[in-house]
């Protein structure tokens, strides 16, 4: 006998099926949840779950992930299958304890294949750039951004393309989690809980003998390090920092303790990227049922730096350098031809967005 979908189902099918990132039942005073989507990396309201449903929806959810139903005072972590979602993939369940009760988190895995890089909306002279520094035998390349920016689709979009040209590089990717399984390249997710890190999983791979090395995030001294040291020593290194602007990074490594006579010579080039929505063309942005509050996809903005001579003497001197491309005027330009607002400029580039 098939059960009929319950509410929270539909609420989370429909979710996925605009694409949203994050789905969370937050727990309200009156004893529901409110159900919470990001949706083109806003968040927003889409249900609710009401007091004599909450109960059962949390403990199915949690059912389904194998954890106890009956545990609600600690941090919990888990996966459930997205099939019945209409999801493709797992679903990452997080759960914290609230003074409202049970909160719940769900990471939605990204769809679809990866586009190509020139799907990827950065303007050409990044596509180009980019792609030759993934051509490089070795040295370091960062991506920085929020979360959400699209990093990790910048990346697997690269490492694709390199993958599919040069069949005799071996590429490695170690990420928390993998969002997407790539063809080609080998995935590792990190799981520290049996002490498997970045540190511990990068060190592991350098004896299968890689020739590209991802690091999905750098978060510690001892993987900074890490990563530089392969960069120096014949492997292509890429990584993602939490930095602001793409001339923030080195300051940031330095803050990590990483030695500055070993990163200005690993380090290659930096890309820091941000994702601006679109205003939707049918409506003009006065919102319909074909959009979300009158934005309907996104593209990217970013500075590239590429580290040569100048900019490595800029660096070193503490002053900014001078870039490639400068996420302020594809972010003008986006303005200027209307296919974005100013507000929308000022909330995924203003000040406060490191
Ligand atoms: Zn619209």
Redesign the pocket.
């Known amino acids: 006998m098939s059960v009929p979908p319950d509410r929270l189902q539909r609420l989370i099918a429909v979710a996925g099926s605009k694409g949203a990132s994050d789905v969370a039942l937050e727990p309200r005073d009156d004893g529901s949840f409110l159900v919470i989507a990001r949706i083109d990396g806003v968040r927003a309201a889409i249900g609710t779950i009401p007091p004599p449903e909450a109960p059962a929806a949390l403990a199915k959810l949690k059912t389904l992930a194998e954890l106890p139903a009956y545990i609600s005072a600690e941090v919990q972590e888990g996966r459930i299958d997205g099939t019945p979602y209409g999801i493709p993939g797992e679903l990452r369940m997080a759960i914290l304890p609230t003074v409202r009760g049970q909160r719940l988190a769900l990471r939605l895995p990204s769809v679809g294949a990866v586009p190509p890089p020139e799907n990827l909306g950065l303007i050409p002279a990044i596509t180009t750039r980019v792609r030759q520094l993934f051509r490089r035998p070795q040295g370091l390349i960062v991506v920085t951004g929020p979360t959400g920016s699209g990093k990790t689709t910048t990346l697997h979009s690269f490492l694709t393309d390199l993958a599919r040209e040069r069949p005799d590089r071996q590429i490695i990717t170690i990420e928390d989690p993998v969002e997407r399984r790539l063809p080609d390249i080998t995935q590792i997710e990190i799981d520290p809980k049996h002490n498997l890190g970045f540190a511990e999983v990068l060190s592991a791979c350098l004896r299968h003998d890689p020739d590209v090395i991802v690091v999905g995030e750098v978060r510690d001294p001892v993987t900074a390090a890490a990563c530089v040291r392969a960069a120096l020593t014949g492997h292509l290194v890429a990584t993602t920092v939490h930095a602001g602007r793409a001339g923030e990074v080195v300051p940031r490594l330095l803050e990590m303790g990483v030695d500055p006579t070993q990163l200005m010579p690993a380090l290659a080039g930096v890309l820091s990227q941000r994702l601006s929505r679109l205003i939707?063309n049918?409506?003009?942005?006065?919102?319909?049922?074909?959009?979300t509050d009158?934005f309907?996809g996104r593209r990217p903005v970013a500075d590239l730096l590429m580290v040569d001579g100048p900019a490595r003497s800029a660096l070193l001197a503490g002053h900014a350098p001078p870039l490639v491309a400068d996420m302020d005027i594809q972010a003008a330009a986006l303005v200027n031809a209307r296919l974005t607002s100013e507000r929308e400029i000022d909330r995924v580039v203003g000040a406060d967005n490191g």
């Open positions: 939707h049918a409506c003009g942005g006065a919102g319909c049922s074909g959009c009158g309907r």
